[in-house]
């Protein structure tokens, strides 16, 4: 059984930093692609930043230049460094995890930017 495990979310103002961590953990073989949703009251959840095994990034439009994603592939786990943050960053931000055909979500964490 796999489990990610989240941490790092909270609440922040405005041009803040927070740091989201995500450490996949019990059977799981060839990870290849770790990333981070989000999704926001009323809204669709989204994709935030992926990066995959050799280290080849994506980042949608709206975070580029400000989020930071990044993988310990000894340690299963993914970062994500925000930066600048702002308040259409708010959003419940979850850990996605792709090892081969099978998908893996975290619980989710909270994060808050507001003044």
């Known amino acids: 059984q796999v489990q990610l495990v989240e941490s790092g979310g909270g609440l922040v103002q405005p041009g803040g930093s927070l740091r989201l961590s995500c450490a996949a953990s019990?059977?799981?073989?060839?990870?290849?692609?770790m990333g981070w949703y989000r999704q926001a009251p009323g809204k669709q959840r989204e994709l935030v930043a992926n990066?995959?095994?050799?280290?080849?990034?994506y980042y949608t439009d709206s975070v580029k230049g400000r989020f930071t994603i990044s993988r310990d592939n000894a340690k299963n786990t993914v970062y994500l460094q925000m930066n600048s943050l702002k308040p259409e960053d708010t959003a419940v931000y979850y850990c996605?995890?792709?090892?081969?055909?099978?998908?893996?979500w975290g619980q989710g964490t909270q994060v808050t930017v507001t003044s």
């Open positions: 996605n995890v792709v090892a081969g055909r099978d998908a893996y």
């Open positions: 019990g059977t799981i073989f060839s990870i290849n692609t």
């Open positions: 990066i995959r095994r050799l280290g080849s990034t």
